[in-house]
């Protein structure tokens, strides 16, 4: 039997950009090095950093993790998004959170990351067996 998991985030693109101008070392804390580099080669980065986070917080809540969780302090980096050529989304997890995934028995991750003028959501479905 099959156990759906899901999770949804929601972003001000202004109050993230605010953080990222304030805390230089927020995106190599939170972002991998792949994700840094897709993010920094579009003209305006903030705003696919906000998906990549965004995702990385609904994937958490999808696992049911809270942010006072002992391991959370890698968890951002242990949650990975990066896209196919065509645009799609693909998460990947390794560390604590592999760790995590695989005790929730996920057999399946699905992404979709959407914005506007002034936000950005993402919704994270898991597929586990029960």
Not at 57 to 79: V, Y
């Amino acid at each position: 039997m099959m156990k759906i998991y899901q999770g949804v985030d929601i972003v001000d693109l202004a109050k993230f950009n605010e953080v990222l101008s304030r805390n230089p070392d927020f995106v190599g804390d939170i972002f991998t090095e792949r994700e840094r580099a897709h993010c920094l080669s579009y003209r305006e980065p903030h705003i696919h950093f906000a998906g990549r986070f965004a995702s990385k917080e609904a994937c958490m809540k999808a696992l049911g993790i809270g942010m006072s969780e002992p391991g959370i302090s890698h968890a951002f980096q242990e949650i990975e998004v990066l896209s196919l050529a065509a645009g799609k989304p693909l998460l990947s997890m390794s560390g604590w959170m592999d760790k995590i995934s695989k005790l929730r028995r996920i057999r399946q991750s699905t992404v979709s990351i959407s914005h506007s003028a002034g936000f950005c959501v993402a919704t994270v479905i898991l597929v586990g067996l029960q």
